[in-house]
């Protein structure tokens, strides 16, 4: 069964421009309610395409769901003259409900749903930006094949325990949720001597579980200390349809597991590496059998929207630029900061390690090395150090593919509200007596020199987690594939960000960012 998006677009469109107009004029009191001027098109279900994407008629999506087609979209690469035009160009598309795929090298290539209307609206509210067509027709160039590929794939699930142990057969494809969560739980019963798992860290609207690994080698390399380790918080999966992302961070999670390189034991030995490897678990079910594209999680929404963009639901400036109040949006912000009980979750796991010094959130695509802000266009205290781990990041990941990788500030991308890395970066810790933090032992050690007795709880250096985004494969080629990356790239991909991380995680545990 399928059905087939149709196009309300210029309709829609025609009400939405009315919000463009409201905001390029500077008229806030009429962007603060897009939902209302909105409201006439949601009640015409059969015409709208925010309606058909999200309607009620999907339901939940356990089991079987309506395919959702994308005939007549095109991926369209917008050009502004000048840099400088770009944040209004966001703003822009924001307010169009424009599905934004990439950013890169001054370029914005976007879904657009009728190509001519899009080109309407740019020649009357920005003439300066060049449209170019990327993909003419969605559909029928990037998920015809895709859909073909699934509809004769068979299930790896009876045989997730053999390729357990063959990595080349399990990273030569993309993975159901099943078949990730089953292979995880096989990968710590084999390595119980590295590898903690928790099934059930928090609970989705849909009622599936989100898991966590936790990583470390529990004999410390250094037999004459009991100091405790540092800590590694890694995501992946925030984002449904890049399952690039799913796939490094299993690639990741498998290495830390079963690799003797020393680079992983002598990590292992002195920090824990946390892992949620999927955090939108409803997302990512329902790319697999009803919309490729999907990006939110799967709220439903009491007036028939679904999903939040729980990149955009972290209490942090939530709310602010760069995000929707409009819940048919692809960057909806969500009815409240923290409402989500995916980010819920990964705040709860990130808030139980007292000791984490560096976070990573695995993205797709760009390839693009994000370090905080994203809410303001001030730097952050850290952003000198910031930018030299970036950038070297770039340059490890480069020795091996020849890939590039744009190390860049969040905010000179585009501006972002409520998300994962913001978040992460503004929570300190205070640290003391850590294994391999020499400054803060010599602190702790002056305190015992100078009063008899240690630090009191609480004391001690204020550390501030390094925090980035790694938006992976492909950069913006010219033919896509965009979010529909080959299953080819899985292991290059890997390949060339496991060195990144083992290299982010050791400068982090070296060298804290202290307050
Ligand atoms: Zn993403």
């Known amino acids: 069964m399928t059905t087939t998006k149709r196009v309300g677009w210029l309709a829609a469109a025609s009400l939405a421009l009315l919000a463009a107009v409201a905001v390029l004029l500077g008229n806030h009191a009429v962007q603060a309610a897009p939902a209302a001027l909105h409201a006439p098109i949601l009640h015409d279900a059969a015409t709208s395409q925010w309606a058909m ?67 309407a609206a740019l020649h009357r509210y920005m003439p300066s930006v060049r449209a170019r067509t990327l993909v003419a027709d969605i559909e029928t160039q990037l998920l015809a094949h895709h859909w073909r590929a699934m509809d004769t794939r068979v299930s790896a699930k009876s045989s997730v325990a053999a ?27 084999a390595h119980k001597d590295r590898v903690t798992l928790t099934r059930n860290v928090g609970t989705t609207h849909e009622g599936r579980e989100i898991m966590a690994l936790r990583f470390t080698n529990p004999v410390s390399a250094n037999a004459n200390t009991t100091l405790p380790k540092k800590q590694i918080y890694v995501q992946g999966g925030i984002h449904a349809r890049e399952w690039i992302g799913h796939a490094t961070t299993q690639y990741i999670a498998y290495h830390l597991a079963t690799s003797d390189d020393k680079k992983i034991t002598s990590l292992l030995d002195e920090a824990e590496v946390v892992i949620v490897p999927v955090l939108n678990p409803d997302g990512y079910v329902y790319t697999w059998n009803g919309d490729r594209l999907w990006r939110k999680n799967r709220r439903a929404d009491a007036r028939g929207a679904f999903g939040v963009d729980l990149n955009r639901n972290y209490p942090t400036h939530w709310g602010e630029a760069g995000s929707s109040k409009f819940p048919y949006s692809d960057t909806y912000m969500g009815p409240s900061a923290g409402s989500e009980p995916e980010v819920q979750a990964s705040m709860a796991v990130f808030n139980s390690l007292p000791r984490v010094v560096a976070a990573l959130d695995l993205h797709a695509y760009s390839q693009l090395i994000l370090r905080p802000v994203g809410w303001t266009r001030k730097d952050p205290t850290h952003e000198a150090q910031h930018a030299a781990v970036g950038a070297a990041m770039a340059r490890i990941i480069k020795n091996v593919h020849g890939k590039d990788y744009i190390s860049e500030k969040e905010i000179d991308l585009y501006p972002v509200s409520g998300g994962a890395t913001d978040w992460w970066y503004e929570q300190s810790r205070p640290l003391k007596n850590l294994l391999g933090n ?15 007795k240690p630090l009191p709880p609480g004391h001690g250096t204020i550390v501030r987690p390094y925090s980035y985004t790694i938006e992976l494969r492909p950069s913006s080629e010219w033919w896509g594939p965009g979010f529909v990356l080959d299953k080819r790239e899985i292991i290059p991909t890997g390949e060339e960000i496991l060195p990144a991380f083992l290299y982010y995680a050791r400068t982090a545990i070296e060298n804290v960012l202290t307050e």
């Open 163 to 189: 390729q357990l142990h063959d990595p080349k057969t399990w990273f030569s494809e993309y993975h159901d949720l099943d078949e990730i969560y089953e292979w995880y739980q096989l990968l710590a019963a």
């Open 438 to 452: 020499k400054g803060v032992q010599v602190e702790e050690e002056e305190a015992m020199k100078k009063h008899k």
């Open 53 to 119: 994407r999200h309607g009620a008629h999907q339901g939940k999506t356990h089991g079987k769901h309506l395919r959702v087609h994308y005939h007549g979209h095109s991926l369209m690469r917008l050009s502004p003259a000048r840099s400088a035009d770009l944040p209004a160009l966001h703003q822009l598309l924001l307010d169009l409900n424009i599905d934004v795929w990439s950013v890169r090298d001054g370029h914005v290539d976007v879904r657009a749903a009728d190509a001519h209307a899009l080109k």
